[in-house]
């Protein structure tokens, strides 16, 4: 059993912070990163995939590192809005997943306050 | 372009009962998945097709579950007959290739 885990569960911003979480994943046979971001009956938006160590990968304020030596991912909010309010999903994929299957990890809840 | 859709997005059924739910892909993604998110857990993978065939099927948690996507197009799930433990949001997700998968909204399913 793979474990995909994300931390903190939730947290709480005020509006115009910065903030950052993590998800940390199984250092072997690692293929890619993704990550989603999902606000409750909506579709999960996807906001990066990312493949190389040492990537980073940037969207507006929101931006992503990855090392896969050690299996940690880090997401970044600069000056957080209250649209930033959502559940942020990291999903690892592994080299013997040839055919896509994403493993997610429980999911960061950001909640930014004005 | 329209994306991945999902009928319903909420159903509540009793123990049971049986419900299909359907997902209707991005045209021409080939790739199509099926995945369950359980209150407050982890989005878990049940299922992949490609094309019409079922290249994956590992996450399926019992045969009260069927997956079908005659014709590779849309695809349904039914779930026969439905148990308490399947409450939860179920999404499907299509991709062109296997290196990114757009997900729909998901149905909410609540078994009484």
């Known amino acids: 059993i793979l474990n995909v885990e ?31 971001r999902w606000e409750t009956a909506k579709s999960p938006e996807a906001l990066f995939v990312m493949t190389l160590n040492g990537d ?5 304020r929101i931006s992503a590192t990855l090392n896969t030596k050690e299996g940690y991912s880090y997401l970044y ?13 990291c999903a690892f994929r592994m080299t013997t997943d040839s055919w896509g299957k994403l493993q997610f990890g429980a999911g960061t809840q950001v909640v930014v306050t004005p | 372009e329209a994306g991945v859709t999902q009928f319903p997005s909420h159903s509540v059924i009793e123990k049971g009962q049986t419900v299909t739910l359907r997902c209707d892909p991005i045209s021409g993604h080939d790739n199509l998945y099926w995945y369950r998110r359980v ?19 590992s996450g399926m948690p019992n045969n009260r579950f069927l997956a079908e996507r005659t014709g590779g197009t849309y695809s349904t799930l ?3 007959p439905a148990e308490l433990e399947d409450s939860g949001v179920y999404f499907c997700a299509t991709g062109q290739g296997y290196n ?10 609540t078994v009484l």
């Open chain 2, 39 to 57: 209150m407050g857990k982890e989005i878990k993978f049940l299922l992949h097709f490609v094309k019409e065939s079922k290249q994956d099927e």
């Open chain 1, 56 to 60: 980073e990968k940037k969207k507006g």
């Open chain 2, 78 to 80: 039914k779930v026969q």
């Open chain 1, 6 to 36: 994300q931390s903190p569960q939730s947290l709480h911003v005020q509006e115009g912070d910065s903030t950052n979480f993590t998800c940390s994943f199984p250092s072997s046979n690692f293929y890619a990163l993704h990550w989603y």
């Open chain 2, 100 to 109: 990114e998968q757009f997900f729909g909204p998901g149905t909410r399913l």
């Open chain 1, 77 to 89: 909010i600069k000056g957080s809005q209250p649209e930033d309010s959502a559940t942020y999903l």
